[in-house]
């Protein structure tokens, strides 16, 4: 149960795109089409912004979009805000019916 | 409006024991598997356990298998996590979470366990 891969950190100006990888193995990410993103305020629970690869709930801006190719998983965040300087864990299904987190990227809004 | 509000956290000695609680509301719990995720001060995210909708199927991060037991309770709405054998590395933050499919699309606002002498 290793964690997935994420850069410890981004950074970019407002209007900016980036993009946060999520690297895992083909036994959680590569296996199946089961990958959400989390974003974390500090101090607050994490909320769900991504989930199965690219979909988005209900409430969350389509400036967030997600993608794979094979055992990598991006999170691409399109007219970078203020407020999108957060944390961001992505998570992934795995082989042994249990869950795995990434490390976390934080975000930041320059 | 989906509410998940934990309890039962505090300060424990190593080698001690712990239940934590997480009433749920706004949703038909009975529907719904449920899981647990912690979060070290200061670290990442750290998924530990679920448990599927009928309680039947459970599963553990192996850092807590054999130590920790999740369980549901549906006639009260109510999700737990027994902790045994706590260590110093199981200081966290606990949040209760609501499974849907295959990912978690709610969180509460988590109950702070700390395990120090």
């Known amino acids: 149960q290793s964690a997935l891969t994420q850069p410890a950190s981004v950074s970019g100006s407002p209007g900016q795109s980036i993009t946060i990888s999520c690297t895992g193995t083909?036994?959680?990410?590569?296996?199946?089409?089961?990958v959400s993103w989390y974003q974390q305020h500090p101090g607050k629970a994490p909320k769900l912004m991504i989930y199965?690869?690219?979909n988005r709930p209900s409430g969350v801006s389509n400036r967030f979009s997600g993608s794979k190719s094979g055992n990598t998983a991006s999170l691409t965040i399109s007219g970078l805000q203020a407020e999108d300087e957060a944390d961001y864990y992505c998570s992934s299904y795995t082989s042994s019916t249990t869950r795995v987190f990434g490390g976390g990227t934080k975000l930041t809004v320059l | 409006e989906v509410q998940l509000v934990e309890s039962g956290g505090g300060l424990v000695q190593p080698g001690g024991s712990l239940r934590l609680s997480c009433a749920a509301s706004g949703f038909t719990f009975s529907d719904y598997a449920m899981s647990w995720v912690r979060q070290p001060p200061g670290k990442g995210l750290e998924w530990v356990s679920v448990v599927s909708s009928s309680g039947d199927y459970t599963g553990y991060a192996d850092s807590v298998k054999g130590r920790f037991t999740i369980s549901r309770d549906s006639s009260k709405n109510t999700l737990y996590l027994q902790m045994n054998s706590l260590r110093a590395e199981d200081t966290a933050v606990y949040y209760c979470t609501k499974v849907a499919s295959y990912y978690i699309d709610y969180w509460g606002q988590g109950t702070l366990v700390t395990v120090s002498s």
């Open positions: 083909s036994s959680d990410v590569g296996g199946y089409n089961y």
């Open positions: 199965d690869v690219s």
